[in-house]
């Protein structure tokens, strides 16, 4: 859910993580016909719905994005302000940062789908009888899989997530097939935001660079977990690891571009800036754990894959 400026991002590190050809495109709108022989009531951890939900409110863009995968779409009524994908989803301005039971109550929604519990949100909904399901950040893809098939199971289109779950669990094999065997890793960082904070591979976002085969520096930043996996990086520690590779999911929101990143003091020398190996990122796709994650996988393969081995 975290279109974030690096400033918000860093306030809300104790309960954020990071953060496809086919699974990216809009699913059908048309009910399946694994849709119309779901039956009711289905039941998914401590919810149970009674009846297929119409009035579907997501308050975090991750959920947006596999609800429409999955061809829940049309049952979603209400978007948050940060949903920006697809374009027809129905962006509103309610805020997932700063939820608010009564503005979600008059969308009259009969579930709700969040990706944390501010505010104590879940139990204000809870006293005015809304459903709410939780989609917490993922740290695995297993995660990211697991509430895929568990929104289809609450929305009637098992069949469907399952589908695209398949899916991106075989693009993602096939990407990582392809990849060139090396006899030594190759180094990255991955940029949150021009305060250098970025993500170890304990993160969601950084379990996809290692499948990419990928070294990250920024481990030995937080070895003792007291950053949550999201370490503070110095301009000197960066220089001094000299990564292969600089990945900015702050291009958009920032404006960091390999230009900004070789104009920083002492960065011109780094291997990557040298051997243009600075890749902009979609800053969405890469804070989202979404089907969305397998066109993250591609670029950063992609880019992997120029390197000779």
């Known amino acids: 859910m975290f279109r974030r400026t690096p400033r918000l991002f860093a306030a809300t590190l104790a309960v954020a993580a990071l953060a496809l050809g086919a699974c990216a495109e809009k699913a059908d709108d048309k009910p399946s016909a694994g849709t119309a022989a779901a039956t009711y009531p289905v039941t998914v951890g401590a919810l149970t719905l009674d009846?297929?939900?119409?009035?579907?409110?997501?308050?975090?863009?991750?959920?947006?994005?596999?609800?429409?995968?999955?061809?829940?779409?049309?049952?979603?009524?209400?978007v948050d302000d940060q949903s920006n994908y697809p374009a027809d989803a129905p962006k509103t301005d309610l805020s997932a940062f700063q939820p608010n039971a009564e503005a979600?109550?008059?969308?009259?929604?009969?579930?709700?789908?969040?990706?944390d519990d501010r505010n104590k949100i879940v139990e204000q909904l809870g006293k005015l009888k809304i459903p709410v399901y939780l989609t917490p950040a993922a740290t695995t893809l297993d995660d990211s899989y697991r509430q895929i098939t568990e929104l289809g199971t609450l929305t009637g289109h098992a069949d469907q997530a399952a589908d695209v779950a398949t899916r991106m669990k075989d693009d993602i094999a096939k990407l990582v097939k392809d990849l060139p065997q090396r006899a030594e890793k190759l180094t990255y960082f991955h940029e949150l935001g021009p305060e250098l904070y970025s993500a170890t591979s304990k993160t969601f976002i950084g379990s996809l660079y290692s499948q990419a085969g990928l070294t990250n520096i920024a481990d030995p930043a937080d070895a003792d977990g007291k950053s949550a996996g999201y370490p503070q990086?110095?301009?000197?520690?960066?220089?001094?690891?000299?990564?292969?590779?600089?990945?900015?999911?702050?291009?958009?929101?920032?404006?960091?571009?390999?230009?900004?990143?070789?104009a920083r003091s002492g960065w011109a020398g780094l291997t990557a800036v040298k051997n243009n190996q600075v890749i902009a990122l979609d800053d969405d796709i890469a804070s989202r754990w979404g089907p969305r994650v397998v066109d993250l996988l591609r670029v950063i393969i992609d880019a992997v894959a120029k390197v000779p081995a």
């Open 51 to 78: 009846k297929r939900p119409e009035k579907i409110v997501a308050l975090s863009p991750t959920a947006t994005e596999m609800l429409f995968a999955i061809g829940a779409g049309p049952q979603v009524t209400a």
């Open 104 to 115: 979600i109550a008059g969308r009259n929604p009969d579930l709700v789908v969040l990706s």
């Open 233 to 262: 990086l110095s301009q000197e520690f960066i220089v001094k690891a000299d990564p292969d590779f600089v990945f900015l999911a702050d291009a958009k929101c920032c404006q960091q571009s390999a230009d900004t990143v070789k």
